[in-house]
Nanobody, 117 residues
């Protein structure tokens, strides 16, 4: 059984920084990719960023230049460093993992990020 544990969310002022983490644990053959989605109240869940096993990254246009995603293969942990935060970044951030040998993705429980103006 695989579980994803997210941490690091919280309240921050606009212009500030925050780092959130997601660690995958359990029976893991390997990681194909991990990433972050977010969902703000009344809005659809959207991709924020993802990173592949080969360290290829992909970002939503709205966060390019402000957010950085990274992956620690030894720890099966993905990080999202968020800088120059804006109130519109306020959302629940969900971690997702695409694992080797699994026919479906795993999702975390979500961590709240709130940016005050």
């Amino acid at each position: 059984q695989v579980q994803l544990f997210e941490s690091g969310g919280g309240l921050v002022q606009a212009g500030g920084s925050l780092r959130i983490s997601c660690a995958a644990s359990g029976y893991i053959l390997g990681v194909n990719a991990m990433g972050w989605y977010r969902q703000a109240p009344g809005k659809q869940r959207e991709l924020v960023a993802n990173v592949t096993r080969g360290a290829n990254t992909n970002y939503a246009d709205s966060v390019k230049g402000r957010f950085t995603i990274s992956f620690d293969n030894a720890k099966n942990t993905v990080y999202l460093q968020m800088s120059s935060l804006k109130p519109e970044d306020t959302a629940v951030y969900y971690c997702v993992a695409d694992l080797q040998g699994s026919p479906y993705d795993y999702w975390g429980q979500g961590t709240q990020v709130t940016v005050s103006s």
